[in-house]
């Protein structure tokens, strides 16, 4: 068994590869002047069983056609079973139609990573419990829920004090298993949107906030939301606001935005990798590559 890896997330592999006792698999990956991408399979994989992490790099569209060319390429060079690391699986927020005419662009995601002979998915922290049943090959759906427990834990001794919120009501079920596994209360914000330029309209808090109030999300794109609810929370009686998410997206410019936020800490997995231009001081970055060694070292 070998453990390829796109150009998206090398440090990640590298992590999962040393703890789960997984050679690294060799690729080429050339990019022609045109921008198109070539994938050539180095190793020999002839009936063996092989996994490909690839996650988000700066354009998701790039990170998603570099995945399909190397399942491709590995089926063609004779692996058995391919399965799929996706630590982040983009278009996740776009997995229904929300206004009449829009694409499902996960959906066609899905049905290319099948096509191309993808065996087998893990994923972390999905956006809905519903994505799921969208595949028809096998998935594992992992979460990063018990390592900010673990986190929190040692890090706010008095957990009195403590309150855990959710961002939005589609949080809820995320930040019910936390508050359970912490024995801390919880509140939620409930957050509008407008569909069309995504621009949060109004958050209305529901809850009891006490001194630390500890935001908790499935990622983090603009940091809007979670700017938006730290506000909120410190004009009802937060003294600090914490935000972990476990997928840092950070799409525009978070070091700018969070720096100057209110935020005081800002935790995210390294589902995505972070490059040196997206990093700031409030960053804290918890590794995942643990929960995706100990699952593939089930298999
Ligand atoms: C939304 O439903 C998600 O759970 C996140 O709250 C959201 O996608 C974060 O995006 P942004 O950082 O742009 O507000």
Known sequence: MKLFFGSTNKSLAEKISKEASLPLGELEIFKFPDGETRVRVI????????????????????SYMELFFIVDALKRSGARF???IIPYLSYQRQDHVFRSGEAVSLEVIIKTLERVG????????LHSIKIPELFNIPMTHL?????????????FKNLDRCVLVSPDMGGIRRIKILADE???SFATIEKNRDLETGEIESAKLDGEIK?????VDDMISTGRTIGAAAELLLKNGAKNVYAFATHPVFSSDPPIFFESSSVSEVFVTDS???????????????????LFSKELSKK
């Open 82 to 84: 391919v399965g799929t």
């Open 143 to 155: 979460s990063a829920i018990p390592l900010f427990a673990e986190v929190i834990k040692e890090k």
């Open 272 to 290: 995505i990798n972070v490059p040196k231009d997206k990093q700031f001081a409030k960053l804290n970055i918890i590794s995942v590559a643990g």
């Open 43 to 62: 190793d020999n994989v002839v009936d063996e069983d092989v996994w490909v992490l690839q996650s988000r790099g700066r354009n998701p569209d790039s």
């Open 118 to 125: 993808a065996d087998k998915i893990i994923t972390l922290d």
């Open 182 to 184: 912490l024995g801390v």
């Open 211 to 215: 001194e630390n109030a500890i935001i």
